[in-house]
Structure formats: C-alpha cells, structure tokens
C-alpha cells in the first residue's frame, strides 16, 4: 500500500505528463476494442445477410458463385432454371415454401430482381427480422416496384415516381424498356444487406418487358405495349434461382442430395449458412489485418509511456536519492517505477474501455440507421478480458527498463550535481 500511495502522489505531482500518457493509452484500448467489435459486428451482420433460408438452388456451377449472385447480387448466373424444374422442385414434400427470383436488368447502376410478394413476407435476415415498409407497400400491377432504402435515397425516389428499367448490368445503359415504365410502389426500411440496393418487380413483369426482345435487343419490327402486354400469358419460362424453406431443418441434406441429382436438368442446392463461412474465410483477411494495426497502435502507446517514465528518470535523480536516503531499498524503487507503470496502464485501460462503451451508446442507432451495421453493446467478452489483462501486464513490463535503470544508480549518483 505505501509503495501505490507513493506511486500515485508521484504520478500527481506530474500530472500533465501522466494524464497524456493515460488518454494514448486510453485512444490506443478503445481503438483495439472499437476494431474488434466492429469485425465482430461486421462479421455478424455478414453473416445474417439471409436468415431462416435453408436452402438457395440455382443453376449448377460453385456454392460461392450461386450465394453471391443470388444473396449478394455479384456476378451473374451461369444459366437459368426452367420454370419447370422450379415446379418439380416446389413439390418436395419437405419443402415449406419456395421463393424464385429472377435477374439480369438493373436501374442505374442498381439490379433489378423479378420475385413474388411472398418475397417479402418470408425474406429474413437478422437473426430472422422480416423485411418492413418506410412506405407504400408490395407491388399490386404488373408495373409496380418495390425498391431498396438505398435506391430511394441516392436516387432521391418516392412512392409514386416513375422509373425506367435498362437490359443488362452497369450503372449507364443504352439499351432500357423505356417503352414500359415501373411505378414506385414502396419503398423497404433499411436493412443493411443487398436488398438495400435492389429494385423488385413481378417475374411477370420481367416477362413483360422482354416480350419483344430477342438476344438482348428489340426484335426490329415488333412494338408490344404495356396495355397489351396485360393480356397475355406471363408465365416465366426461366428463373435464376430460388430460396427454400423447409418443413423440418433435418430434412436439409436429404432435400439437396435430391436437388442435386435432378435428371432432368443440372442444378444444385447449398447451405447458405456453409456457403457464408466459406466466403468469410476468404474476405476475413482484412480483419486480422486490422486487428495486428490495432495492436500495433497499444505497443506504440505503451512504449511512449516507457519512453516518458526514461526521460523523466533524469530529473527524479534527486527524488530517487531522497528516498534512498530514508531507507528506500533498490527494490523498492524498481518496484515504484514499475507500480507507476501499471498504474498508468490501468488507468488508460479502464478510461479507453469506457470510452468505446459511451460512443457505441452515442452512436449505435444512427450505424445501425446509415449503414445498416449492428454493433452489440455487451460486456467483454473472455478473450477481450484476457487481451485487456495483456495490456495490463505489458504496462508494467515496459514500465521495468526505467525501473531497471534507477535500480542501479546509487545514493551518490542521486546527490551529484550534473553539469
């Protein structure tokens, strides 16, 4: 106890140097805690991209290619799924609901997805939330469209507004269906997925804009319009893939070996969830590189402490003198140094903890509203207490060079006068 007193009037009486000490140690732990819960975070909300989807079924090719295309909206389809297949499938008996989508156009740089308006009641993400509507609603004629917070917001796009849908990718197109305009029917809340990024109309409608088109272009001669379009058959005939939920999640592996070896056409079903850690495991490299610049930053604050506890040395020559002189051993000021250390170590721990705590309270809801990231405000976990233990302790393993080294001055070297 008489080795902390000392150590904290000490540090009082240098109390400038100390507290900025203290607040890089602090940055520093909020930086490498701030980090980890966003990787964690980041991490989580990935994986909760598509929730409550047991399976996803496509056109056979890699499960990371059908999961981006289909989840994501990256890259394209390497073929389509006839309606048919998609029939045959839907009547699996262990198949609760099936859900097609369709894609291929866009709008501005943003893709277009044919579905059904169950696509919106059995679409989840998030640990299961269901998608919701800052306005209107599900689109009810053929020409409606539902689209994406982010579509709304950087397009600047409300209930009502009339958009133009382009055949093929890329954020400009010369070749639209402008002959077929889309009505804004509603516009979904944000979620933090692709869905944000996505317009959603019929599949009957995606039929209807292509019935006068032939390998990507206007069939010369031929004009239906959009009146007469209503009248005919807009069954598709091709889909890109399909989300499946199941009646019971043991059934999943017995639904996609049957998927799988469908004989009338190559197809395959995965598990979103594998599909999702396979493709974490090749994106997460970012995040042990974070992490290491994070801890990079701790090792640079704890060696600008040393570094101040070394240049303040010369100056408590005297004190380290004074208090050899009444009986201080040499261990007993190797241990104040150190104490001194762990005390700033401490302090600068528990400070940038509480720190981080206070932003995400401050800051939660409007990441969660703008980026649709959600960060958790729970406690440390085990490996966190253990990484903070380990700052700890390197605090007072970088406070014992300079202890070393008043260690060894002696009384007399204290009492000189140095010019």
């Known amino acids: 106890m008489i080795i902390l007193r000392l150590a904290w009037q000490s540090l009082a009486n240098r109390r400038l140097t100390a ?16 980090v980890e819960k966003v990787r964690t975070g980041a991490r989580q909300s990935f994986a909760d991209t598509i929730s409550g989807t047991d399976l996803i ?15 994501f909206r990256i890259g394209n389809a390497t073929n389509n799924v006839t309606w048919k297949t998609f029939q045959d499938i839907a009547r699996h008996p262990d ?23 169950d696509y919106f009641k059995l679409y989840r993400y998030r640990h299961g939330k269901s998608l919701e509507f800052t306005s209107g609603g599900v689109f009810t004629d053929l020409f409606d469209a539902v689209i994406g917070a982010d579509v709304a917001s950087q397009l600047g796009y409300n209930t009502g507004d009339k958009i ?37 109309v019929s599949l009957g409608a995606i039929e209807a804009i292509h019935v006068d088109w032939q390998s990507g272009a206007r069939i010369p001669g031929q004009s239906v319009s959009a009146d007469e379009v209503r009248q005919m058959n ?7 893939a399909a989300f499946i939920g199941l009646k019971s999640k043991l059934a999943a592996f017995r639904v996609k070996r049957a ?15 594998v599909a999702l850690q396979e493709l974490w495991g090749l994106v997460g ?18 060696l600008g402490m040393m570094t101040m506890i070394l240049t303040t040395l010369n100056e408590r020559r005297r004190e380290m003198a004074i208090l050899r002189s009444v009986g201080a051993t040499p261990v007993t000021i190797l241990t104040l140094l150190a104490t001194e250390a762990g005390v700033l170590t401490i302090l600068g721990v528990a400070l940038g903890t509480l720190l981080l705590y206070g932003a995400l309270i401050l800051l939660q809801p409007f990441i969660d509203r703008t980026y649709g990231l959600h960060i958790a405000i729970d406690p440390p976990t085990q490996d966190q ?35």
């Open 385 to 419: 207490l253990v990484v903070l233990a380990a700052i700890v302790i390197g605090g007072f393993v970088a406070g014992l060079l300079p202890a070393l080294r008043a260690y060894r001055l002696s009384l007399a070297d204290g009492m000189t006068v140095r010019t």
């Open 19 to 34: 507290l900025l000490t203290i607040l890089s140690i602090a940055f520093s732990v909020a930086l490498l805690l701030g």
């Open 259 to 273: 998927i799988d070896e469908y004989p009338q056409e190559p197809v395959t079903a995965i598990l979103p969830g």
């Open 234 to 240: 807009l069954e598709p005939k091709a889909i890109t």
């Open 285 to 302: 490299t970012a995040e042990t590189a974070l992490s290491a610049v994070s801890g990079m930053v701790v090792v640079t604050a704890l």
């Open 57 to 71: 079924v496509g056109a056979r090719s890699g499960s990371l290619n059908l999961l981006l295309y289909s989840v």
């Open 164 to 200: 133009i849908v382009a055949h093929g990718l890329g954020s400009v197109s010369f070749v639209e269906h402008d002959d077929k305009p889309f009505r804004v029917a509603g516009i979904l809340a944000k979620t933090g997925t692709p869905v944000d990024r996505t317009v959603h």
């Open 95 to 117: 198949i609760d609901w099936i859900v097609p989508i369709s894609l291929g156009d866009s709008h501005r740089g943003f893709r277009v997805m044919g579905t059904t308006p």
